[in-house]
């Protein structure tokens, strides 16, 4: 029992815990103010400089081989580099390489890990602090930075796959070089291989935290490939466009006009900026400004003025610029130049340019205007020409370095169009009859060209004779090429003047931008909406876009102004007193970003952030900064206009008006990421190193290295036509080392790994999986019939409804609002909540679902509602089907009652957008897709609803997804060799092999019927199904061995293939499908494992009388191709699938079996001729040989008698000479040799 306290300290005690109680319920107050700004810094080091503090260039693109000696040391561990197949190997399993870095990829041997050039080094820094010291505490608490590179698409997707893929790392702590007091560590940063991929030269590089240590925000750095840096002969890094300057003289920057960034967008790799007074040099970067350099162009600058081209005042000015993904383009005065970079990871025996090439040598250009956007595999960009071609504009098109230009229209030019056109009307173009003199002159001022449609926007100004102006966008068709239409021509918006500068058009979202002293905008170039509220005395200078659905504009007294989209209203954001509070608060603080002197060089949008570059001077130093503009800071100033006072109980007091409709905004629902925005993941960590400290040597690192390089080879040689048992890229790499898991961790637990690093299996695989952050993905991919879901939650206050309003009046305030948008509306039933009595209450929270592309995007709306919430609740849900308009507004009540009483409810409405499956043909995977663009605004909540987070605050109310319609990247055909077997097993009772068995690729006997299937591999999911398309089968090559197979013609495809062909040429037919595309049969998953292929061979086929090669039986190889283009209607893919089938056992033709069989019974015959033969004299052979071996026997034996007498008489003879005189009679052995020869004759 615990004792009394007097009273009065149990009421000090619970009155002390007040303040801290409310400290604990505002967690995000206390972490506003209490969490230190800290940034990750990232720089590149080359593996030479690993622990220096230094910062390389990227531009090398070679593989490096500084890792093989490392991995041969791994000899007892999962990583085998005898088991890296090489060139040739690869080449015989149907693989396609992954050139990573290099275009002599193909030729190198792959019995070798490689790696790449360059390591990522990271560390951070908080305030003030020094970073070394932030590095070592944070390494002692666990932090470990979480790298994810993404790599861009290329634009030429003719050589290369399109795809979006990402590799995720994790940084490896590493000691820096040098000295050190310490025992343990002085100076030290993380590492990470900083990969490359061919295709692809533009990447970002994502930093975050793993989760310990302190709040680090996640940055986001580009790292991109600059190709026009080189070595000179001392191994010094120069410029191959010029040369570059040390120093940033003030003349270059002060008080000079600021000037646009123009750019391929997130396809050019470097970005170019020109307009320094007075001298041909150009700012150039690969980091987005994070850092850049000065570079004096090396161009002859010669010009000399015609008749034709007249030039006024010369200037060494670079007037415009613009970089697109290999090549640069430069126009001083009325010159045009362009130089290629040297990007092997684009193309491979293309050479760069070696110097400045000038282009349209002939022609007088006034302008260059920039596409942002690719289209059909190359890049593009406008020409506008003056005086004798006046009208008239040249297309570039820039394919793999390669430039080339096109005068457009073919015939007559514009002018002349618009002329015969006012002609034909009766009137003079740009004005009325002047006297009847007729008299014309237009100039073409701006030109978009949108590529996915073939179609120039041009913004022409006519010239009246009275020398009044009047000015016209027109459409001008380059496929029908003589067709145009005029867009606008003389509405009267304003009674002031208007005089256009330029436009702007946003493929995503068909919006259309006409600035000068005004702005107008337009959605599909239809019912132009005038801007009022932006000032008449300022002219605009150039407007960016970061078809995030943000506008910036600057005026030509270097003025920003803000605007969103599909709104009616521009903010200005400086000069502004917003402008100047956020100055001052910076200049007190010291920041290095501000200064009282500064101009601004240029203006641009970065991950959908605006920046600005500006030039600072003050007392320090003079200097270029990147710094971000606090855009919603900045708006939030404008809220503090509207105030009131408030009298309360004789206190006055001053109040603010919050304009935001809805106090919480909610995204829920949402499907994974990963399957809309089709982004392909690997994870990669590094491996365990031995040491106590854990920190890595460069042995570890180079180990790192490699493994990364052989995750993303293998995720290139996966492409390939059989699909393997196991739909994962990494199944081949460990799957004869999975069973030594337990062994290899049982070394590394001992400190037993070789090389003193341990490689985790597991650490090294493709993600299939990822978690929704609520947030709206960065793209969403839609197939033909597919949908997108989620929900939009809008918890607004009480005030926010009202009573009494009918549905019909609600409908007719939607139409109306509609009408102001220039635009058609559907509004959704308005639900009412019921309770007994006939009353109805709405809320005034009204949410619009913009659509750029109504006729192939539908949205669809359901409603729940949920009692005691004070929240609205929609549900959006993409899909594809039937016409709608462009605008969805979507008008709900969230409570009700007929007393005038507050029912806290929630609504739940569900959007559906939907693909209309009738928009799009098919295509290759990621290629070719309809840009479109959805917007989700609650209506009055642009400008006015603002989010506070630890990074400051955020927008609410707008939202903007880029949409792609047709067949998404990531998903291909292949070949299901294992149920192809099971299933022709199955059917044909057996299954015979080739004697010579091919793993990679079995045989298939020929008098079998043959069943194949296919499967729709998700690369992005890690899906794999059976194709259930419809689908064409082509024989289109073959040969009898693998080194003769060739590629057919047109007309020996369809002999081979056609069943209408009489020419007696099929290669194979099928009985049961009777449904033909043209003259091929059209084949599905179901029918043809009913009827299955039958193989045939006929006389005039090239599979007809194969020579067998030696004792086997015949074979064919036949290059077979699979296509569902135009045959199948349950998507926007175009599959195509080639791939190597072999057959054995194919039989002869008549004549050459008739012939061998001739001869194999003659042989035979003669064989059984020659044994009766044999068996019939055999006999007397054997009795002939024998009476001959005797007689042979006899003659040998008969001379070895008489030279055994011979020699014996002559010893008897010297016998006798030496003994005495010799015997007169005869001897007994001669009487007895003289009887037998006797005998021998009477015989």
Known sequence: MYPAIPVWL????????????????????????????????????????????????????????????????????????????????????????????????????????????????????????????????????????????????????????????????????????????????????????????????????????????????????????????????????????????????????????????????????????????????????????????????????????????????????????????????????????????????????????????????????????????????????????????????????????????????????????????????????????????????????????????????????????????????????????????????????????????????????????????????????????????????????????????????????????????????????????????????????????????????????????????VYLMDERQQRLVKRPIPVEKLLISYQLKHHYLDETNGNRRVSFTNLCPFTVIRLGEMPDPHIYTRQERYRARPPLVMESSGFHSESSLAVYQGLVYYLLWLHAKYDKPYADPVHDPTWRWWKNKKHDKDYFFYLASNRQSAGGVHIDMDSYEKVYSSKSSNTLPERIFLDKGTQFHFSIILTSSGNSFRMGLSISQQLGEGRAAGAARGAALIPAPAPSLRTGSSFDLYSRVMVSVVLADPDCVEAEVKERVIVNRNTVLFQVRLRQGGRGAVVVLLVFASAGSGSGHRFPTSSHYGVTIRERSFCYEQGISGKQLLRTALMVKVIGSSGHCFQNTLLGPLMQGNLMVPVFIGCPPGKRLAFDITNTLHYNRKENKHYFDCLKVDPERPCFLFRDLFYPFFLIQDLVTGESGSFEGSYVLKVIGGGPTMDTVRDYSEEEIYRYNSPLDKTRSLIWTTKRIKHMDGPFFVMSHKTLGNSGIEWLCLENSPCYDTVPQGIYTPEFYFRVLVSNRNVDNSTYCDHQLTFLLHLHGLPLSAKRALFIVMVSSGFFVGLVVLYILICLVWPYVVRAWASLRWKINNIIASESYYTYASSSRAFSISS???SGPPSKGPSKVDTRDTEDEEEDKAK
């Open 10 to 613: 149990r009421v000090r005690g619970l009155q002390s815990l007040w303040p801290l109680l409310a400290v604990l319920l505002a967690p995000r107050l206390w972490a506003v103010f209490n969490t230190q700004v800290c940034t990750w810094q990232v720089v590149l080091n080359r593996f030479s400089n690993l622990g220096r503090d230094v910062n390389d260039r990227f531009f090398e693109q070679e593989p490096l081989d500084t890792v093989g000696k490392v991995f041969r040391t791994l000899v007892d561990s999962p990583i085998d580099p005898k088991e890296v197949r090489s060139t040739k190997s690869r080449e015989s399993e149907g693989y396609t390489g992954m050139l990573l870095g290099s275009g002599n990829f193909t030729h190198l041997s792959l019995q070798k890990y490689l790696g790449f050039p360059y390591y990522l080094k990271i560390n951070y820094s908080c305030n003030e602090e020094q970073s070394q010291n932030l590095v070592r505490r944070g390494h002692l608490v666990g932090l470990k930075p979480m790298v994810l590179v993404t790599f861009y698409a290329p634009v030429n997707f003719y050589r290369w796959k399109i795809e979006e893929l990402q590799i995720q790392m994790e940084a490896a702590p590493f000691r820096s070089r040098g000295s050190c007091d310490a025992t343990e560590v002085c100076v030290m940063n993380w590492y990470t291989p900083m990969p490359i991929k061919n295709g692809s030269v533009v990447m970002s590089v994502e930093i975050s935290s793993n989760g310990l240590g302190p709040f680090i925000p996640n940055a986001r750095f580009h790292m991109n490939i600059n190709g026009f840096l080189k070595k000179d002969e001392e191994n010094n890094i120069r410029f191959t466009v010029g040369e570059e300057l040390v120093e940033l003289m003030p003349r270059y920057f002060l008080n000079a006009p600021s000037r646009p960034v123009w750019h391929t967008e997130n396809h050019s790799p470097v970005f170019i900026l020109g307009g320094i007074p007075d001298e041909k040099a150009i700012l150039m970067t690969d980091t987005n400004f994070k850092d850049f350099s000065l570079v004096e162009l090396s161009i002859d600058s010669c010009w000399v003025g015609s008749f034709y081209c007249p030039q006024v005042d010369f200037s060494a000015t670079i007037y415009d610029a613009i970089s697109t993904e290999s090549t640069l383009f430069i126009r001083q005065n009325q010159l045009v130049y362009y130089f290629s970079g040297t990007y092997n990871t684009l193309y491979e025996k293309r050479k760069p340019s070696e110097n400045w090439v000038r282009v349209l040598a002939n022609e007088c250009i006034k302008r260059l205007c920039p596409v942002y956007f690719n289209s059909n595999g190359s890049d593009y960009i406008l020409a506008l020409t003056s005086g004798k071609h006046e009208g008239y504009i040249h297309l570039g098109t820039i394919t793999d370095g390669q430039v080339s230009f096109k005068m457009l229209p073919n015939e007559e030019s514009v002018c002349e169009m618009i002329k015969g056109a006012a002609t034909s009307d009766g009137f003079v173009a740009g004005g009325g009859d002047c006297g009847g003199q007729r008299t014309f002159k237009c100039s073409i001022m701006w030109a978009e060209y949108l590529a996915s449609d073939n179609e120039l926007v041009l913004l022409v100004e006519n010239k009246k004779p009275n020398n009044k102006l009047l000015y016209e966008v027109i459409e001008y068709d380059l496929i029908k090429d003589m067709d145009f239409m005029m867009i606008i021509g003389t509405e009267a918006f304003t009674t002031t003047p208007m005089v256009p500068k330029g436009m702007f058009f946003n493929t995503y979202n068909n919006l259309l931008f006409i600035w000068g002293n005004f702005l107008i905008q337009s959605y599909m170039s239809e019912n132009f909406i005038y801007l009022a509220n932006f000032p008449k005395e300022l002219t605009i200078k150039y407007l960016i876009n970061s078809f995030r659905g943000d506008v910036a504009i600057v005026t030509e007294n270097e003025e920003i102004w803000y605007h969103i989209e599909g709104t009616y209203k521009v903010y200005q954001l400086f000069p502004s007193s917003a402008w100047n509070t956020e100055f001052t608060l910076q200049m007190m603080q010291k920041s290095t970003l501000y200064a009282s002197n500064e101009t601004m060089v240029t203006l641009f949008y970065d991950s959908g952030k605006l920046y600005q570059l």
């Open 1216 to 1218: 006798q000479t030496s």
